[in-house]
């Protein structure tokens, strides 16, 4: 056998391969084939199915072979891969059932951890896990992190996350959850108390288990989450967390949140920055409306108007907005059951097509400028309904476009720049000491010498941010010295 022979990768697919299931089909991770590109650099690869009930079996390995032709694939029962032999010095498995999952030949294995795995079972399964191995180093919930093989560390910094499948994929592009010599990155699961697991710093997005439509959990396996994660949170009380979940309830509701900018603004220390840069940064005029079909008088407002929920997260509706035009148009717009409830009626802020992204990763400030909507004039809307109804998620520049007669596609330069960064440099720090937060983004649209600023996001995408995973290593690192 040759020196440089590359050890063998086996991927049990069971559970190992995808986000979650759904009846017959499993969604394929958007990421999946990079990171088989990846790993072949480093390993042999071989994917076994052996899955206890052959039609299930047989459905997989046709739907892994439709979708990763390059990839070495078999089909074996339990037995069979008991009884099988690998010509390899090295074998590496990847599996979620270590117990079933044996060969008869020296192996290291990595442990699969998966979301979307039966609650009852796992937590049977995990607890197993545990306890016959304390030492949790090849703890992972990604194939990607059997990288962590190649790092040599005894002792390094190791971070417990829960993230979604979505922003978990967002996260393992930057290689955040890629264990090496300094940093381990373990998964938890807190549909059930976590006893075995010892970790440095706690990091995750745990509000998203109320995402309904992004996290395959029921409301049961929600509530009991939360619990658990209330627990972790209250007898390990050293761990240091990014962001706490206190720190994030400020930001759900639009209009607490805005009342808290204002004080932000007008403080003393932010007053002598505008003073001094001679550019006014502020919040947009706005009223919380609760239409509930009663009477009500909208004749003072002043249009045109964007209109949104009043929470600012966690809902179905909370990325939903609509440009109102007129009273017609909005009390037409009340009609529609989408916007119903407590609403924010915000007046529009036209900033000729600019948007200052703002993205704060734990003390580095990453300010990106970027095309953003056309002015919005009451004479060049194009509906008579008087209202238009858009998804901020979606292609907001093309989106918000179908809805006027002209459309100027040009970015017309800001002339005080310089100052406005000094500025914006500022209030994000001083946002981060007043709301406790390490991960969050906002928005600054304006024009001349008048801006605002537009909510708070926690724990934004950094899309295009230059080495991302180092900055996240810094901040673990900061946040535990905290």
């Known amino acids: 056998m040759q020196q440089n ?15 979650m299931r759904q009846k017959r089909t499993y969604k394929y991770n958007a990421i999946l084939q990079k990171s088989f590109l990846l790993l072949q650099a480093h390993f042999q690869i071989q994917v076994i199915f052996c899955h206890s009930k052959p039609n299930t079996n047989d459905f997989f ?6 979708n990763f032709k390059d990839i070495e694939s078999k089909k074996l029962s339990i037995q069979e891969l008991k009884e099988s032999q690998f010509q390899n010095q090295e074998i590496l498995v990847v599996t979620h059932n270590y117990e079933q999952f044996t060969l008869t030949q ?30 949790t180093k090849f703890h992972i919930s990604h194939i990607q992190q059997v990288i962590s093989y190649f790092s040599k560390s005894e002792n390094p910094f190791c971070v417990g996350y829960y993230f979604y499948p979505k922003k978990f994929n967002e996260l393992i592009q930057f290689e955040i959850f890629i264990s090496n010599n300094n940093f381990n990155y373990l998964p938890i699961d807190f549909r059930f108390q976590n006893k075995y697991q010892v970790i440095d710093l706690l990091f995750h997005k745990i509000m998203d288990i109320y995402k309904n439509k992004e996290i395959n959990m029921k409301q049961d396996e929600v509530e009991l989450f939360q619990q658990n994660y ?28 805005n009342t808290k900018l204002e004080s932000i603004i007008a403080s003393p220390e932010f007053q002598k920055a505008v ?23 909208v004749s003072n407002l002043k249009y045109p108007l964007i209109v949104k929920s009043k929470q600012g997260a966690l809902t179905a509706n909370c990325h939903i907005m ?6 017609k ?21 036209n900033h000729n097509s600019i948007i200052y992204k703002i993205y704060q990763l734990g003390s580095k400030m990453i300010v990106q400028k970027r095309k953003s909507i056309p002015n919005i004039e009451i004479n060049n809307f194009k509906f008579d309904e008087g209202f238009y109804i858009f998804d901020t998620q979606k292609d907001l520049f093309n989106n918000v476009s179908q809805c006027l007669i002209q459309v100027d596609e040009g970015i017309h330069e800001c002339s005080n720049e310089p100052q ?63």
Not at 108 to 123: A, C, E, G, R, V
Not at 281 to 297: G, K, S, W
Request: proline residues 3%; glycine residues 4%.
């Open 275 to 297: 003073q001094e840069h001679h550019i006014k940064i502020m919040t947009p005029e706005q009223i919380v409306f609760n239409n509930n079909d009663q009477q009500y008088d």
């Open 420 to 482: 406005l960064l000094k500025q914006i440099e500022l209030l994000s720090s001083i946002i981060s000491k007043e709301f406790k937060l390490h991960l969050f983004g906002f928005d600054i649209i304006g024009m001349n010498w008048e801006f605002y600023i537009i909510d708070i996001n926690h724990f934004p995408g950094y899309k295009n941010v230059e080495n991302a995973r180092g900055l996240f290593e810094q901040l673990f690192v900061q946040a535990s010295k905290k």
């Open 230 to 257: 209330d627990k972790f949170i209250t007898e390990n009380a050293q761990i240091p967390v990014v962001d706490s979940t206190e720190c994030l309830d400020m930001l759900i509701q639009r209009d607490e949140l």
């Open 106 to 135: 020296n192996y290291q294995l990595y442990y699969f951890s998966s979301i979307s795995q039966q609650l009852d079972k796992k937590k049977e399964l995990e607890l197993k896990y545990y306890q016959l191995n304390p030492k």
């Open 322 to 327: 609509a440009i109102v035009i007129n009273e």
């Open 5 to 19: 022979q590359k050890p063998l990768l086996i991927i049990d697919s069971r559970y190992t391969l995808y986000d």
């Open 61 to 66: 390995y046709n739907e892994f072979q439709k």
């Open 329 to 349: 148009g909005l009390k037409e717009l009340f009609k529609h059951e989408q916007f119903k409830g407590q609403l924010i009626l915000q007046q529009i802020i």
